[in-house]
């Protein structure tokens, strides 16, 4: 049996955006986390078992997306 794939969500990386994107999926229940805090430009979905949260400028969300590196985006 192959290995489950992790679902990475592009996030942005930092500002209005970055809130904004956090607020979005708290309000569907989901609470985006930095485990070394806002430097961390890796995260994860609390309570989602192999969900990752990749943090990006707005360009990288797009670019990830397109080569298929991400499988959820936000960007403003």
Same mark, same amino acid.
């Given at each position: 049996?192959?290995?489950?794939?992790k679902?990475?969500?592009?996030?942005?990386?930092?500002?209005?955006?970055?809130?904004?994107?956090?607020?979005?999926f708290?309000? &569907?229940? !989901?609470?985006?986390?930095?485990?070394?805090?806002?430097?961390?430009?890796?995260g *994860?979905?609390? /309570? #989602?078992? $192999?969900?990752?949260? &990749?943090y !990006?400028?707005?360009?990288?969300?797009?670019r990830?997306?397109?080569?298929?590196? *991400?499988?959820? /985006? #936000?960007? $403003?």
């Amino acid at each position: 049996m192959a290995p489950a794939q992790k679902l990475i969500i592009a996030s942005p990386s930092k500002g209005r955006l970055q809130e904004n994107a956090a607020a979005f999926f708290a309000r &569907a229940g !989901l609470e985006l986390t930095q485990g070394r805090g806002a430097r961390d430009y890796r995260g *994860a979905v609390a /309570g #989602v078992e $192999g969900a990752e949260v &990749a943090y !990006l400028s707005a360009s990288e969300i797009t670019r990830r997306l397109a080569l298929g590196e *991400a499988h959820l /985006g #936000v960007t $403003g």
